[in-house]
């Protein structure tokens, strides 16, 4: 299925007590390109998150951002630093001593200083943080992925619409093609009946010039190599891989095909038609830029 590279999903869940929320968004891009967003301490999910994300996606800018909320259970242990406490309780005795001061040191008194105390979290279990993450992009991608191929049902339409216009101009012009050969040939006749007048025309030149006229104008080949490009797209447009980059080369060969037959064409409503079908090759490309 044909999916855009432009898409966004989001995904919050509580998995064995850890909230954690997942948020993807993605915009064009020539190849994949993965950034991420997670808190201090969780930067070992970078790497898992980016492969993981690119075992669904092959192409895009793709932004991941990531929040875990602290688990209520986590485990915390405070440390006294007792070089620093005994410092303080010396200081303080020595105070009391020197100045003839009561002697009030408490706990309570030597634990106002709070830079004798560290506060240190249980390491966190990568397994249990990866599956509980892993669980909600699963979602949040479901759901980016489910965007991309909406959009990229919306570009097939128009491209493949797109195609059906160029096909009628196509055919417009492989009609009026050998239509031009005999206006050709009658105007060419009644000009050498007009500068030769009574002189017999020489019946054998004049279908010398027109079959000289015939080739140097035919775009035949051009028309049928534009058809079967168009059949290609088609088969392009029901395949289930990532296709955007064929489709992109695929398009310059639509636009080659169609520059030549209008270097050849020496009829008005010829070139009208190949102008018409240079815009919608270049509709079709820009709407290939957004295709994975």
């Known amino acids: ?22 948020e993807i968004k993605s915009v064009n ?32 800018k793709i932004e991941c951002y990531v929040q875990i909320e602290a688990q209520e259970a986590e485990e915390c242990i405070v440390k006294v630093n007792h070089s620093l ?33 560290s506060v240190h979290k249980s390491e966190a279990n990568e397994e249990i943080i990866w599956n509980a993450v892993s669980t ?21 339409e128009d491209i493949l619409s797109r195609c059906d216009l160029i096909l009628e101009n196509v ?47 035919a775009v ?15 088969e392009f447009m029901n395949s289930d891989v990532a296709i955007g980059r064929k489709m992109d080369f695929l398009v310059q060969e639509f636009n080659r095909e169609a520059n030549t037959i209008g270097s050849k064409a020496q009829d008005v409503e010829i070139a009208r038609k190949v102008i018409d079908i240079k815009a919608e090759v270049e509709k079709i490309r820009e709407q290939v830029q957004n295709i994975e």
Request: glycine share 4%; hydrophobic share 35%.
């Open 136 to 156: 909600v992009a699963s979602i949040a991608i479901d759901s980016f992925v489910n965007m991309r191929e909406k959009e990229g049902c919306k570009l097939k």
């Open 85 to 117: 406490a005994k410092g303080y309780i010396d200081a303080l005795n020595e105070i009391g001593t020197e100045y003839s001061l009561e002697n009030d040191v408490t706990v309570s008194s030597v634990a106002r200083n709070h830079d004798i105390f």
């Open 171 to 217: 055919s417009f012009i492989e009609k009026r093609s050998p239509e031009t050969v005999v206006e050709y040939n009658s105007k060419l006749l009644e000009r050498m009946r007009s500068v030769l007048a009574d002189v017999q025309v020489d019946e054998q030149r004049l279908l010398t010039e027109a079959a000289i006229y015939a080739d140097k104008i």
């Open 220 to 234: 035949a080949e051009e028309t049928v190599r534009l058809r079967s490009h168009i059949d290609q797209m088609h």
């Open 1 to 22: 299925m044909i999916r855009s590279m432009t898409g966004f999903g989001r995904a919050q869940e509580t998995v064995n007590g850890i909230t954690a929320t997942v």
């Open 29 to 60: 891009h020539r190849y994949f390109d993965f950034s991420c967003r997670v808190p201090r301490n969780y930067g070992f999910l970078e790497e898992k998150l980016k492969s993981f994300v690119q075992s669904r996606v092959t192409r895009g």
